[in-house]
């Protein structure tokens, strides 16, 4: 038994400790809002946080995140929808909307390091994810309104 | 469908469909409607596109949401003559029904060349539009959901609201000439609301009233005005589900293998180490492969990797792109000849003796890959097959699943689902092939398979391949002649193929792009040509246009500057018509063409007419000191007639140029020893963000209501030829960019 928290819940599951992070919050327990890719940490669609980190969580073993703290996009805004998701809603960034949980994850984690991004912070942290339907307009715009937002908050 | 199938309704629960914005209406409807019930006392089902209940008004957006905004779209054309408001419905992909054909697609299956307007041509597309409706045929694809629904369904919206107006009439005496509607509400002239849902019961005993007007559009509340796209925020907090997030109470996980080079059988296999890995609850072949059944995906993906395999030989196509690139150079032969497509003035006359400029073009195998990799649902039952996944054709995934277990194609109830992305990916069936075949060796068990990422590139039908030779002549600063011959895969004669179909006629794609060049050239010639014996292609995001676009408007740019005109206001001077003229008069201004540009700074332009909507975009690149390029700045003009929704619009131009661009710059498949070599987005990216450039546009509401999913795409891969080019010197004929220059 492995025992995570997932979202303030304590989760456990009895899988193969080599099994991705991803296919647990999938297909053990019905989180389904980090989607699978790429399998390869080259899309960014499974993003999460562990202990408040961005991570690809088709490349982190379960076996080694015992007693870890996850975070997804269902427990991002659960009561009210956070400052980076109302202005991906403001911008209406998505378009097919598959890569948008892990991109909004990742902005996320942008902004509480980076709390005022340049247009470089942006894109380099954001190239690792990818969006086929090519939103990254949307997006950059979304994530410079959040930070915006947050600053006068 | 066949009454039994309210059987299964029974016994399938969907675990986790939505009843957050844009949420998905699983089978009540669809099984009513399938066991032949009628609308019962409470239900009123005014036609194909509204149900009201008295609790919810549905709204069936048949078109499949591919990320283009389909659904709300169609939504808000019904809901515009409903007076409704967003937050008053609920969404429904619908069942298949004949009565959501798309006759939209006319213009793309008959083999006229968009700009003829002979009776001929006219008469065949009548025709075709007549096929369409006496076979019900139901698609989303050629850029046409807007074409097809812009009128339709909003008479499917007025039909409703005059229905619930007859209803409220004969409930309260009041005639339905003093009764309007407002907010979900029939109004009476003293005040009173009645809500939709309260008629439902009252509506549902009346016949449909038939006659109506459709409101002018300065009338209109919703149409044109920017809006909420109605799946934003499911997207934006992850409830909203897409097909590979579904579940069916007591499913199983798996995935596949099929043998890489395509269409070549599973010789043989070793599975004993893969079946005792943790999880795995059977492995058997399928047609071309083997499946892996387990509790897990990832455990059924584990399996999959530690089978040996023995794959046949590809049979179909030969091994090496080399000899890919060489069947398309000799095709270009008199038996090739799909079609002359156009043949203005004397083409040979003009060439012979001038100084002829020739170049040739080519454009590489690309794969679609949206970022949701293929998956489906089913579950099999001697009585019918259920199945869960987004599609483009439902009508032929019922045959196409029926076909893999002796049912009949009525007996397959087909949920659609929310797409991510397609780009022209789910128009194909192996997924469902798989899924079928996989739950009709366990019937009852609802089997969930999900294809890898590597699988999905290895399956993937590419783009075509081809190649083009163009001639030109140029006399007193004039293009006199143009000479276009286009060698290239038929991608829809590829995919008739494996529907068991044959492609009768000349393919239309061949000629899109460039065939119909909205220009007068004196001596103007565009011959296709057919290359057979490489790889099984498929529709990809403008299909023929998305090669054919970068052969043309970067010959007409080679033959401009051979001519030592403006790149610009030569395409102007070259123009057939005004909306062709107004098109390059905005993305000028837009750009300030004729404004200053830094060193190192160059400006390209192209011009591309698809799938009946004109584009033209400009792009400027800036040199930087290592020789690497950057695209600066796009802008882009488009004729759609009508824009629907101003914000989607703008994500799906910008999403269109972005798609071009990053396939042009950055994209190819190759094949190997029968199989393509590149099996994840390390090897295919596509554009990521640091490589994107702001991007400007501007619809024009000219010309007929057409679609822009498409059309942004074919004038992006010339527009940034061009622009290097005009920066460099250097010409790119070939596809992806990236061998040549360094993107920065």
């Known amino acids: 038994m492995i025992e995570v928290t997932v979202n303030g819940q304590t989760r456990r599951v009895d899988v193969a400790p080599d099994m991705p992070l991803l296919w647990v919050l999938r297909d053990e327990l019905g989180i389904t809002g980090p989607k699978y890719g790429c399998g390869i940490a080259q899309c960014g669609a499974c993003t999460v946080h562990i202990d408040g980190r961005a991570a690809r969580s088709c490349q982190a073993r379960i076996g080694d995140l015992n007693g870890r703290n996850i975070l997804t996009i269902e427990g991002l805004g659960p009561r009210s929808l956070h400052v980076v998701q109302q202005a991906w809603i403001e911008h209406q960034v998505p378009q097919c909307g598959y890569c948008q949980t892990g991109q909004i994850m990742q902005a996320v984690a942008l902004l509480e390091s980076h709390p005022q991004p340049s247009e470089e912070d942006v894109a380099r942290v954001m190239s690792g994810n990818l969006c086929r339907c090519g939103t990254y307009l949307r997006i950059r715009a979304a994530i410079h309104a959040a930070a915006a937002k947050l600053q006068e908050n | 469908?066949?009454?039994?199938?309210?059987?299964?309704?029974?016994?399938?629960?969907?675990?986790?469909?939505?009843?957050?914005?844009?949420?998905?209406?699983?089978?009540?409807?669809?099984?009513?409607?399938?066991?032949?019930?009628?609308?019962?006392?409470?239900?009123?089902?005014?036609?194909?596109?509204?149900?009201?209940?008295?609790?919810?008004?549905?709204?069936?957006?048949?078109?499949?949401?591919?990320?283009?905004?389909?659904?709300?779209?169609?939504?808000?054309?019904?809901?515009?003559?409903?007076?409704?408001?967003?937050?008053?419905?609920?969404?429904?992909?619908?069942?298949?029904?004949?009565?959501?054909?798309?006759?939209?697609?006319?213009?793309?299956?008959?083999?006229?060349?968009?700009?003829?307007?002979?009776?001929?041509?006219?008469?065949?597309?009548?025709?075709?539009?007549?096929?369409?409706?006496?076979?019900?045929?139901?698609?989303?694809?050629?850029?046409?959901?807007?074409?097809?629904?812009?009128?339709?369904?909003?008479?499917?919206?007025?039909?409703?609201?005059?229905?619930?107006?007859?209803?409220?009439?004969?409930?309260?005496?009041?005639?339905?000439?003093?009764?309007?509607?407002?907010?979900?509400?029939?109004?009476?002239?003293?005040?009173?609301?009645?809500?939709?849902?309260?008629?439902?019961?009252?509506?549902?005993?009346?016949?449909?009233?038939?006659?109506?007007?459709?409101?002018?559009?300065?009338?209109?509340?919703?149409?044109?005005?920017?809006?909420?796209?109605?799946?934003?925020?499911?997207?934006?907090?992850?409830?909203?589900?897409?097909?590979?997030?579904?579940?069916?109470?007591?499913?199983?996980?798996?995935?596949?293998?099929?043998?890489?080079?395509?269409?070549?059988?599973?010789?043989?296999?070793?599975?004993?180490?893969?079946?005792?890995?943790?999880?795995?609850?059977?492995?058997?072949?399928?047609?071309?492969?083997?499946?892996?059944?387990?509790?897990?995906?990832?455990?059924?993906?584990?399996?999959?990797?530690?089978?040996?395999?023995?794959?046949?030989?590809?049979?179909?196509?030969?091994?090496?792109?080399?000899?890919?690139?060489?069947?398309?150079?000799?095709?270009?032969?008199?038996?090739?000849?799909?079609?002359?497509?156009?043949?203005?003035?004397?083409?040979?006359?003009?060439?012979?003796?001038?100084?002829?400029?020739?170049?040739?073009?080519?454009?590489?195998?690309?794969?679609?890959?949206?970022?949701?990799?293929?998956?489906?649902?089913?579950?099999?039952?001697?009585?019918?097959?259920?199945?869960?996944?987004?599609?483009?054709?439902?009508?032929?995934?019922?045959?196409?699943?029926?076909?893999?277990?002796?049912?009949?194609?009525?007996?397959?109830?087909?949920?659609?689902?929310?797409?991510?992305?397609?780009?022209?990916?789910?128009?194909?069936?192996?997924?469902?092939?798989?899924?079928?075949?996989?739950?009709?060796?366990?019937?009852?068990?609802?089997?969930?398979?999900?294809?890898?990422?590597?699988?999905?590139?290895?399956?993937?039908?590419?783009?075509?391949?081809?190649?083009?030779?163009?001639?030109?002549?140029?006399?007193?600063?004039?293009?006199?002649?143009?000479?276009?011959?286009?060698?290239?895969?038929?991608?829809?004669?590829?995919?008739?193929?494996?529907?068991?179909?044959?492609?009768?006629?000349?393919?239309?794609?061949?000629?899109?792009?460039?065939?119909?060049?909205?220009?007068?050239?004196?001596?103007?010639?565009?011959?296709a040509y057919s290359v057979e014996g490489v790889s099984p292609c498929s529709s990809w995001r403008s299909v023929g246009a998305s090669s054919n676009g970068f052969f043309a408007d970067s010959f007409i740019d080679e033959l401009l500057h051979a001519a030592g005109r403006d790149p610009l206001q030569g395409r102007i001077e070259l123009c057939n018509s005004q909306l062709a003229r107004n098109i390059l008069q905005t993305v000028a201004e837009m750009s300030d063409w004729n404004g200053p540009l830094g060193n190192g700074r160059g400006r390209g332009i192209a011009f591309v007419d698809a799938f009946g909507v004109p584009v033209a975009e400009v792009i400027e690149v800036s040199v930087k000191s290592g020789g690497g390029i950057r695209i600066e700045k796009v802008w882009v003009a488009a004729a759609v007639g009508r824009v629907v929704d101003p914000v989607n619009f703008e994500n799906l131009v910008q999403g269109g140029v972005i798609w071009g661009l990053g396939h042009a710059m950055n994209c190819e498949l190759t094949y190997a020893d029968g199989a393509v070599q590149q099996s994840n987005y390390h090897q295919h990216e596509g554009m990521r963000m640091f490589q994107c450039p702001p991007i400007e546009v501007r619809a024009l509401e000219q010309g007929p209501v057409r679609g822009i999913g498409e059309p942004p795409v074919p004038p992006a891969a010339p527009a940034l030829a061009n622009a290097i080019f005009a920066a460099t010197g250097r010409r790119l004929r070939e596809m992806p960019f990236k061998k040549f220059v360094d993107f920065v």
């Open chain 2, 1 to 527: 469908m066949v009454g039994s199938s309210s059987g299964l309704d029974r016994r399938s629960f969907l675990i986790g469909s939505i009843a957050a914005a844009g949420g998905v209406v699983f089978g009540p409807y669809a099984f009513a409607r399938a066991a032949g019930i009628q609308s019962g006392d409470a239900l009123a089902s005014i036609n194909p596109w509204v149900r009201i209940t008295p609790q919810t008004i549905t709204l069936f957006t048949p078109h499949a949401d591919v990320g283009q905004g389909a659904v709300a779209a169609q939504a808000l054309l019904i809901a515009e003559e409903m007076d409704l408001e967003p937050g008053q419905f609920e969404t429904g992909f619908g069942p298949r029904n004949p009565a959501y054909y798309n006759d939209a697609l006319a213009d793309e299956l008959v083999p006229f060349l968009s700009i003829d307007h002979t009776p001929a041509a006219e008469e065949a597309r009548a025709a075709a539009r007549k096929m369409i409706k006496d076979n019900g045929t139901q698609m989303t694809g050629g850029s046409s959901t807007i074409a097809n629904c812009y009128t339709r369904w909003r008479q499917a919206g007025a039909t409703a609201r005059e229905t619930l107006k007859a209803a409220a009439s004969k409930r309260t005496g009041v005639p339905a000439a003093a009764l309007r509607t407002a907010s979900g509400a029939v109004i009476l002239p003293n005040g009173r609301k009645i809500p939709y849902q309260d008629l439902a019961a009252d509506a549902a005993t009346i016949p449909a009233v038939q006659d109506v007007e459709l409101r002018a559009p300065s009338q209109w509340r919703l149409i044109g005005k920017p809006t909420q796209r109605l799946d934003i925020k499911g997207k934006v907090t992850g409830e909203l589900r897409f097909g590979i997030d579904q579940a069916v109470l007591g499913m199983v996980h798996a995935t596949i293998k099929m043998n890489p080079r395509k269409g070549a059988p599973l010789e043989s296999f070793d599975a004993s180490k893969a079946e005792r890995m943790r999880g795995v609850r059977k492995i058997l072949p399928i047609t071309h492969g083997l499946a892996v059944v387990a509790s897990n995906t990832w455990y059924a993906m584990q399996a999959a990797n530690a089978v040996e395999y023995h794959w046949a030989a590809a049979s179909d196509y030969p091994p090496e792109q080399a000899q890919h690139w060489a069947a398309v150079a000799a095709s270009f032969r008199p038996q090739s000849v799909d079609k002359v497509w156009r043949n203005d003035g004397d083409v040979e006359a003009a060439l012979s003796g001038a100084q002829v400029i020739a170049a040739e073009y080519r454009a590489p195998y690309v794969a679609h890959q949206p970022l949701e990799p293929l998956n489906a649902i089913a579950v099999v039952r001697d009585e019918g097959i259920e199945l869960w996944t987004s599609h483009q054709m439902p009508e032929a995934v019922q045959g196409i699943a029926a076909a893999v277990t002796g049912h009949r194609p009525e007996q397959v109830v087909f949920h659609n689902q929310w797409a991510g992305g397609s780009f022209g990916h789910r128009l194909e069936f192996e997924n469902i092939r798989a899924a079928v075949e996989i739950a009709n060796t366990m019937r009852g068990t609802p089997v969930k398979v999900v294809f890898s990422r590597e699988e999905d590139f290895l399956q993937d039908f590419p783009r075509q391949i081809g190649m083009a030779r163009n001639r030109g002549v140029v006399r007193d600063r004039r293009i006199v002649a143009v000479d276009f011959h286009v060698a290239a895969v038929s991608a829809v004669g590829s995919q008739y193929k494996r529907m068991g179909a044959k492609a009768t006629g000349p393919d239309p794609q061949g000629a899109l792009g460039v065939g119909n060049l909205p220009y007068d050239i004196p001596n103007f010639r565009m011959t």
